[in-house]
C-alpha cells in the first residue's frame, strides 16, 4: 500500500478462532474441513486474500494466505489475516457454510483478536476500530465480551470472546474440555539485520529463509509450509504429527517491521519457544498472549510469566491476567531497556 | 437533570487521586494542606461542585462535596465527583496551587479512573468519552498509561495511572514505599427497600440513615461526616485517628441506582468490610477493585479474591488482575446469579 508516495504493510493480525459443537447431541460425523475448496476460496474472497499454499495431515488442514494463514480442524476454525484484510465480514457467510456443509449447529466459543494497529486509519471498515468490530460482533453473538489488555493509549491487545458460562450444577454431566493452549509473541522493532533475511535480495526461496534464519529450529519436527513474497514478507505454517501448529508471518521493512509468533504446542513451558523466538528475532517490543484453559499442560504460565521481570536484554512494562469462565488469559508486554 | 421530561442522575464517579513528592529532597515542611480554603473552593468550581461539610484530624482533611467527597492529607490529594462535574479540568490549576502553596515539585503517582458511565451522552466534555480524558491527561503527563479493566462492551472500569518505572539499578538508595491499599465497591441495581432510607420521605437526616441502613457497622470508630441530601441522595466521609478514610455516596432512585464505597483502611483481608457493604447495600451487580503496593498489609487480597467464585448470592462474572511498577491491581465484577 503506497500512503503519501510511502510504502506501508499493516503486518499487524486479525485473529479468528471458532469453536463449533453439536451440545450434547454427538458430533461423530459433523467436520469443518467437509467444507469443500471452492466454497473457503469465495469466502476468502470477502476477506480480500486468497490461498496460496496448502498442507495437511490427519488433524489439521493449514492455508498459507496471501495476507496469513488459516487452519481448519474437526471443530475449530482458524483466520489470521494481515494487511487491510476485512476477517469480520466473512463471519455470517462462515457460520452458513458450517451448518450446510460441516454438520455442526452451535458455536460454542469465539475468540477475536488483534494487537493495536501501527495505522488504523488505513484500515477497512469495521476493521478501523474496535468498537465498531465489537459492534459487528455484538450483532450476531448474544452476549459476548470485549476485552482491551495493556495500555490503551500505547501499546495493546483487543480481545472479544463469548465467555460462556459453565453450569455448574450439571458439571459431573459435562465432558472435561479439551485441553486447549495457545501462545502468541507479537513483536514490533525488529533488528533490520535479521529482517533482511526475509527479502529476495538475500534469499532466493522460502526453504533458505526458513533455515538462515533458524526458524526450523524453533519447534523441530513440524511438516513446514514456507512462503517468500517479492520483493519482501515471510509466511510459514507448521503441523506437528499430533494437530499442533505453529504459524510465523513477517514483515520486514524497516520502518514499519512486524513479525508474529503463535503455537498451540502442547507443553508445560513455554518459556523454552519464547527464548528461542526472541533469540531468533532480536526485537525492540514484544506482547505475549498466553490462553490457558483447566485441562491445559501449560496451566502454571501465569505464574512463570509473573516470575519473569526481565527475559534476556527485555524488561517488561506491562502484565494482566484475566479469569474467565473457560480460559485464562496472561497478557505481558516487553520492550528493551532502557525503555 | 432532566432529560426528555425524565429526571436523571449520574452516580458513577469520577475519582483522581495524586501523589506528590520532593523527589529525594526532603518535604519535611511541604504540606497540601497549606492551600488556602479559598483556592480550593475556586478549584471546584472549575470542576462545578462546592463544599458542603468538613472534618478533619493531624493526618487528614474530608471534605464532602455537593458530588461526592474531597480528601487532603499531607501528600495525597484525592477528588471523588459523581454527576456531570469535570475533575479533570482542575488539574493543571491544581498543580499551580501545590507550587505556590504546598511546597511539591513533583508529581509522584496520578490515578484517574470511574466505572462506565450509565449515560455518557451526558457529561460534559471531555468527560463523555475515556479516549478525550486520556487525550487531556496524555498532554499534562508525559508517559501516562490507560487501561480497561473488565468488559469493555458491558460493565467495565477504566484507569489512568503514570505508572513510574523504579530504577531497579538504585532500588537499595529509594526508600520502601509508603504502605498503600484501597478497596472500592462501586454497586448497581440496588435493593429499593434499602435506597428508600437515603430519602427525606423516610429519614428525618443523615444521622437516622447512617444508623437505620447499618453504614455506622460496616466500620466502627471513625469519625463520622454525613448529609442526606433533598429530596434524596447521601454522602459520608469517615476519618480515623491513623489517617484511613471511608467514603459512601448514593443515588437511591431506583431507575438509576448506584452506591460507591471507598476505603483505604489498613487490613490484611478486605473479606469483612467487603460481606458487610453487600450485606447493607444488596446490589444486583459490583465491581470491586484493590490497589495494593508491596508495603501493604492486603498483599494476598489478588490470591484471596481468586478463592471466590461467589459471595454470598452473587457470582463472579469477570477478574482481572494488573502488575504496575509500584502498584498490584486486582478487578472483579459479580453479579446476583442467574446472571
Same mark, same amino acid.
Not at 94 to 105: H, I, K, S
Not at 137 to 145: E, K, N, V, Y
Not at 311 to 315: A, Y
Given at each position: 500500500m *503506497?500512503?503519501?508516495?510511502?510504502?506501508?504493510f +499493516?503486518?499487524?493480525?486479525?485473529?479468528? +478462532?471458532?469453536? #463449533?459443537?453439536?451440545?450434547?447431541?454427538?458430533?461423530?460425523?459433523?467436520?469443518?474441513r467437509?467444507?469443500?475448496?471452492?466454497?473457503?476460496?469465495?469466502?476468502?474472497?470477502?476477506?480480500?486474500? +486468497?490461498?496460496?499454499?496448502?498442507?495437511?495431515? +490427519?488433524? &489439521?488442514?493449514?492455508?498459507?494466505?496471501?495476507?496469513?494463514?488459516?487452519? $481448519?480442524?474437526?471443530?475449530?476454525?482458524?483466520?489470521?489475516?494481515?494487511?487491510t484484510?476485512?476477517?469480520?465480514?466473512?463471519?455470517?457467510p462462515?457460520?452458513?457454510?458450517?451448518?450446510?456443509?460441516?454438520?455442526?449447529?452451535e458455536?460454542?466459543?469465539?475468540?477475536?483478536?488483534?494487537?493495536?494497529?501501527?495505522?488504523?486509519?488505513?484500515q477497512?471498515?469495521? !476493521?478501523?476500530?474496535?468498537?465498531q468490530?465489537?459492534?459487528l460482533?455484538?450483532?450476531? #453473538?448474544?452476549?459476548?465480551?470485549a476485552?482491551?489488555?495493556?495500555?490503551?493509549?500505547?501499546?495493546?491487545?483487543?480481545l472479544?470472546?463469548?465467555?460462556?458460562?459453565?453450569?455448574?450444577? &450439571?458439571?459431573?454431566? $459435562?465432558?472435561?474440555?479439551?485441553?486447549?493452549?495457545?501462545?502468541?509473541i507479537?513483536m514490533?522493532?525488529? %533488528?533490520?539485520?535479521?529482517?533482511?533475511?526475509?527479502?529476495?535480495?538475500?534469499?532466493?526461496?522460502?526453504?533458505?529463509?526458513t533455515?538462515?534464519?533458524?526458524i %526450523?529450529?524453533?519447534?523441530?519436527?513440524?511438516?513446514?509450509?514456507?512462503f517468500? #513474497?517479492?520483493?519482501?514478507?515471510y509466511?510459514?505454517?507448521?503441523? *506437528?504429527?499430533n494437530?499442533?501448529?505453529?504459524?510465523? !508471518?513477517?514483515?520486514?521493512?524497516?520502518?514499519f517491521?512486524?513479525?508474529s509468533?503463535?503455537?498451540?504446542?502442547?507443553?508445560?513451558?513455554y518459556?523454552e519457544? &519464547?527464548?528461542?523466538?526472541l533469540?531468533?528475532f !532480536?526485537?525492540?517490543?514484544?506482547?505475549?498472549? $498466553?490462553?490457558?484453559?483447566?485441562?491445559?499442560?501449560?496451566?502454571?504460565?501465569p505464574?512463570?510469566?509473573?516470575?519473569?521481570?526481565t527475559?534476556?536484554?527485555?524488561?517488561r512494562?506491562?502484565?494482566? !491476567?484475566?479469569?474467565?469462565?473457560?480460559y %485464562?488469559?496472561?497478557?505481558?508486554f516487553y520492550?528493551k531497556?532502557?525503555?
Open positions: *503506497s500512503v503519501g508516495g510511502v510504502q506501508f +499493516e503486518g499487524v493480525e486479525k485473529l479468528l +478462532e471458532i469453536w #463449533f459443537t453439536n451440545g450434547s447431541n454427538s458430533s461423530k460425523h459433523a467436520d469443518l467437509k467444507i469443500p475448496r471452492c466454497k473457503l476460496e469465495s469466502l476468502l474472497k470477502i476477506v480480500r486474500c +486468497e490461498i496460496i499454499s496448502f498442507v495437511n495431515n +490427519e488433524q &489439521i488442514d493449514a492455508y498459507v494466505l496471501s495476507e496469513s494463514s488459516m487452519f $481448519i480442524s474437526k471443530r475449530r476454525f482458524i483466520l489470521k489475516t494481515c494487511g484484510t476485512t476477517p469480520l465480514m466473512c463471519l455470517q462462515l457460520l452458513l457454510l458450517v451448518e450446510q456443509y460441516a454438520g455442526f449447529t458455536v460454542e466459543d469465539v475468540f477475536y483478536s488483534r494487537k493495536n494497529y501501527k495505522r488504523p486509519e488505513l477497512a471498515g469495521p !476493521h478501523q476500530d474496535f468498537d468490530e465489537v459492534a460482533l455484538d450483532a450476531i #453473538f448474544p452476549d459476548g465480551s476485552y482491551c489488555l495493556g495500555t490503551m493509549n500505547k501499546d495493546c491487545w483487543y472479544y470472546t463469548l465467555n460462556p458460562p459453565r453450569d455448574d450444577s &450439571i458439571t459431573s454431566a $459435562i465432558p472435561e474440555p479439551d485441553s486447549d493452549q495457545t501462545l502468541e507479537l514490533t522493532d525488529l %533488528d533490520p539485520d535479521v529482517m533482511s533475511i526475509f527479502t529476495r535480495e538475500e534469499c532466493l526461496n522460502a526453504a533458505e529463509a533455515k538462515k534464519s533458524g %526450523d529450529k524453533i519447534i523441530p519436527n513440524m511438516i513446514v509450509d514456507d517468500l #513474497f517479492e520483493p519482501c514478507g509466511s510459514m505454517n507448521g503441523v *506437528s504429527k494437530g499442533c501448529y505453529m504459524t510465523i !508471518h513477517i514483515t520486514p521493512e524497516p520502518e517491521s512486524y513479525v509468533f503463535e503455537t498451540n504446542m502442547t507443553t508445560t513451558s518459556r519457544i &519464547i527464548t528461542k523466538v533469540d531468533t !532480536h526485537p525492540g517490543k514484544f506482547v505475549i498472549t $498466553i490462553f490457558t484453559n483447566e485441562a491445559s499442560a501449560a496451566i502454571d504460565s505464574k512463570e510469566i509473573k516470575r519473569w521481570p527475559i534476556g536484554e527485555w524488561k512494562q506491562d502484565m494482566q !491476567h484475566c479469569c474467565f469462565k473457560n %485464562d488469559l496472561t497478557y505481558a520492550s531497556f532502557p525503555s
